[in-house]
């Protein structure tokens, strides 16, 4: 159970495809028509041989298909999930935008950045608005690595099979003022004062969001 919702567990990515599909994994085959509202799939072979689970199969993050296989999951997943999409296909194709970002933030007393993509066809169309995806990397990662996602989701934007949305990508490093926890969250150390790095992310970075960019409230529609 999800929040008092029942949760649509799967194993293996191959089984939310459509069952008249016998090819590739690919998510312009997912049967959207029978997955639930929350999905989680579990994946990695439970027969996995040593060698397959030293490339990384079962694993966190999984081998490298598992870990391309979960984000696309993701983003198709969450473009569905979105009522009255811009799904219209583009003619020509028109690529996207990744800008950096700078901002002060008075939480933490500190200079912050980040990374927002806006979607093809954003400079075209002022009168649209559109839904926000925070795309928050992990340990050991920089807000850097998670930006290429903009070479998966701009084609798919493009040829109409995710709907358009902008993707922002904050810069979670905490380098030395991190006490303990994970760096989106807020930081109660003992031998360090407190950093509050979820209520900046809450209270000034997605406020700032919709203040130079054309989003959609959340009041304004609700996930299906």
Not at 114 to 138: A, I, N, Q, S, T
Not at 139 to 149: F, H, Q
Request: charged share 30%; glycine share 8%; with cysteine.
């Amino acid at each position: 159970m999800a929040r008092g919702r029942e949760v649509d567990l799967r194993h293996r990515y191959s089984s939310i495809l459509a069952p008249d599909w016998d090819g590739p994994y690919d998510i312009h085959h997912i049967d959207w028509d029978h997955i639930g509202r929350d999905l989680m799939i579990i994946y990695g072979d439970p027969d996995a041989t040593q060698q397959e689970i030293d490339a990384g199969d079962g694993g966190h993050i999984g081998n490298g298909s598992q870990a391309l296989y979960r984000f696309f999951t993701m983003m198709a997943f969450i473009s569905q999930r979105w009522p009255d999409g811009d799904f219209e296909k583009l003619d020509p194709y028109d690529p996207a935008q990744v800008i950096e970002e700078h901002y002060h933030s008075d939480i933490l007393d500190m200079d912050r950045r980040y990374f927002v993509y806006l979607p093809p066809g954003y400079d075209e169309h002022p009168e649209k608005r559109y839904p926000v995806f925070y795309l928050l990397h992990g340990i050991g990662m920089s807000v850097e690595d998670l930006t290429a996602a903009a070479i998966f989701a701009e084609p798919w934007m493009n040829e109409g099979t995710l709907q358009k949305f902008i993707i922002v990508f904050p810069d979670g490093r905490c380098t030395d003022d991190c006490n303990s926890g994970t760096f989106f969250a807020n930081q109660m150390g003992r031998d360090k004062p407190p950093r509050r790095y979820e209520d900046e992310f809450f209270q000034e970075l997605v406020p700032l969001v919709d203040q130079r960019y054309r989003t959609r409230a959340p009041r304004e529609f609700r996930p299906r």
